[in-house]
């Protein structure tokens, strides 16, 4: 397969900061905010079903091959919620730093602070083929919240054998742990090798 251009569908800064380093440096990177359109609604119950409704919807608005994602996470303690809703889960809470504290003052996570964190890239091509790639990070929801890095649950995140959360590292060792750079690592296997 070869392509020299790419649409990231995606108006997440943060997600796009990681998804343009993990990019061959010779393909042409357009982001979801160069067109005008409305993002489409993520009414998919899954990673996997509002990863594809973003990549198809930008690859058919603007004809160009597509790459989207759809990331959460998973807290055991809370039977795999927030997942899929990770995003409305900060904002019902009322943003970042108060769901931080509802996090922090869970006893159910205090006991058993196991969590995961998914992210699942869709991949829709002219042609109509639609394309998926799932990656996972392993590790624990700590506290007090630390680190400037990153986005969402990034400070309160910490993959297993790491000493730090992801919201402490650069982007360069983030991408060596991250379930996006997994999930792009083997995108980058199906379609560059």
């Known amino acids: 397969m070869t392509f020299s251009t790419l649409l990231l ?14 990019v061959p440096p010779d393909i042409t990177l357009y982001l979801a905010s160069d ?46 919620a927030p997942g899929v809703a990770s995003k409305e889960f900060i904002g019902n809470l009322g943003g970042r730093e108060k769901m931080f504290e509802f996090l922090a003052k869970n006893k159910d996570i205090q006991s058993n602070p196991r969590a995961c964190c998914v992210c699942v890239l ?53 991408n060596r742990w991250s379930h996006r750079s997994q999930a792009v690592k083997l995108f980058l296997k199906d379609c560059f090798v």
């Open 9 to 22: 569908a995606s108006q997440n800064t943060g997600k796009l900061r990681e998804l343009k380093a993990l």
């Open 35 to 80: 067109f005008s359109a409305e993002e489409p609604e993520e009414t998919g119950a899954t990673f996997q079903e509002n990863a594809a409704l973003k990549a198809t919807f930008w690859q058919q608005k603007t004809n160009l091959p597509c790459l989207a994602d759809d990331a959460g996470i998973c807290i055991e303690a809370l039977q795999g």
């Open 122 to 174: 869709a991949f829709a091509l002219p042609n109509g083929d639609l394309r998926f790639y799932e990656g996972r990070c392993e590790g624990e929801i700590v506290f007090p919240a630390r680190g400037s890095q990153g986005h969402g649950y990034d400070p309160v995140f910490r993959p297993y054998g790491a000493t730090r959360t992801f919201a402490e590292m650069s982007l360069a060792e983030k």
